[in-house]
């Protein structure tokens, strides 16, 4: 068992065993804090597969609408992972672009959770109040409760 408390307060976050970690990006929260951890975490011989979501409800709209609301947010997506790609790889760790998926963001997390099949899933974190995750809900809560790898969240 590995006393991952004693591990990182001694500075040791390289956790042995973890070779394949997906990586999830938002729009909604602030992602460097996440991608900097991986950077740490992550051994030379991990995989590091990042997936970014954004959490939208279908809505009707116009085509014309459509395109551009879902366009504008293509677009932000694009500017995050590049970013977080670029951190990763001049960290040196080995990076693959997953997916970008714009619609209920914790059934495609728990997706392709079972379709790579990674020894760790890492994912910031807004922080909302109890107040707010009764009304608003909260992604990381339906994920973990629903994943079956650990999951951890970054705040």
Known sequence: MIDVEKSVKSGNTRLPGISRILLVLRNDVDNLKAVDYVANLARADTKVYVLYTVDVEPIPMDD?????????LRKEGKEI????????RSAGIDAEFYDMHI???AERILKVE?????DIIVMGVRGLS???????GSI???VTKNAKTPVLLVK
């Open 130 to 136: 109890m107040f707010k995750k009764m009304f608003l």
């Open 140 to 142: 990381s809560g339906e």
């Open 81 to 88: 992972v590049e970013d977080a790609m670029n951190r990763l």
């Open 114 to 118: 079972k379709e790579l099949a990674p």
């Open 103 to 105: 619609g209920i963001a």
């Open 64 to 72: 014309k609408v459509e395109r551009e609301f879902y366009g504008k």
